[in-house]
């Protein structure tokens, strides 16, 4: 691990299996080329969120990509979480222009370019699949966070990325029916995807949370635009869980609380649900 502007950079284990076979087959100079795509594919995530004014704690490289921490104290809208998620593969659609580039230049190294224009090919494509915690899974996520209620947006896309990660487990197995082996190299990412997955579900009480602790944000920017409130119509016995559940991102919430007969009884702004919530 080392520690670069205050964000901690570190390997994952799967990252470091791969470098002690690459070192057994004797492709150190194709791991080093990878290493520098996916450390430079990160940098683009990490300046991405840096100039939307969110901490990067730290960073965690994969042979295929990364995944960084940050910390954004709700500040973090769905459309900056969709620019901090294509950040990375726009780099790699850079260098493969800049390898492009070289080759028209009459670079002599052409079986290098080559391989480094498919291997920045490969890391963005399979980091725009729509499967947390990859690129396209975060930039899937998000885009539903702007249609459905928050916490139903976390609860599906968990569980349509989990089924994608048992696919990919799935296809790596395939072999074995017909020439007796596995592609190593596609269980081993299934098996991170699937991890990760589950981790983040049992997560999501804690993400939730945290979602509501950072309302104030939506709050400041519904006063200072002046946008219109979203409502919310809920029967006085609605618990008040389901209530919350509600909840859009990046929109402010005035709850009407009708009694058994179907009239209005309270306009409740949603601040005063959520500290309800946690008075409780």
Same mark, same amino acid.
């Given at each position: ?10 390997? *994952? ?31 683009? *995530? ?6 939307? @004014? ?10 295929? @990509? ?6 954004? *104290? ?44 498919? +291997?920045?090919?490969?890391? +963005? ?51 074995? @029916?017909?020439? @007796? ?100």
């Amino acid at each position: 691990m080392i520690r670069i502007a205050g964000i901690h950079f570190s390997l *994952h284990p799967l990252f470091v299996i791969v470098m002690l076979l690459s070192v057994v087959t004797g492709q150190f100079l194709e791991l080093l080329t990878l290493f520098t795509i996916v450390l430079i594919h990160e940098l683009g *995530h990490v300046c991405a969120a840096v100039l939307t @004014g969110v901490t990067v704690k730290s960073v965690q490289l994969l042979p295929f @990509g990364g995944v960084a921490v940050i910390e954004d *104290h709700g500040k973090l809208s769905a459309y900056h979480e969709i620019g901090i998620a294509l950040a990375g593969p726009l780099q790699n659609g850079l260098m493969i222009l800049c390898a492009f580039v070289l080759q028209r230049a009459g670079y002599e190294n052409n079986a290098f370019l080559t391989y480094f224009i498919g +291997a920045n090919m490969m890391i +963005a494509l399979f980091n725009l699949l729509p499967i947390l915690p990859l690129d396209g899974g975060k930039v899937m996520q998000a885009v539903i966070t702007l249609l459905i209620p928050y916490y139903s947006a976390l609860l599906w896309c968990g569980r349509v990325s989990i089924a994608a990660s048992v696919l990919v487990i799935v296809y790596a197995l395939l072999p074995l @029916g017909t020439t @007796g082996g596995v592609r190593l190299n596609v269980l081993m990412i299934g098996a991170f995807l699937i991890y990760s997955n589950i981790t983040d579900h049992r997560n999501l009480p804690y993400r939730f949370v945290a979602f509501l602790m950072n309302r104030g944000a939506v709050y400041d920017r519904y006063m200072r635009t002046g946008a219109s409130a979203r409502p919310i119509v809920a029967l006085s016995a609605k618990p008040l869980d389901d209530i919350l559940r509600l909840f859009k991102r990046n929109q402010y919430h005035f709850i009407y609380v009708l009694n058994r007969e179907g009239n209005v009884v309270a306009v409740v702004p949603e601040q005063r649900l959520v500290s309800s919530y946690f008075r409780i």
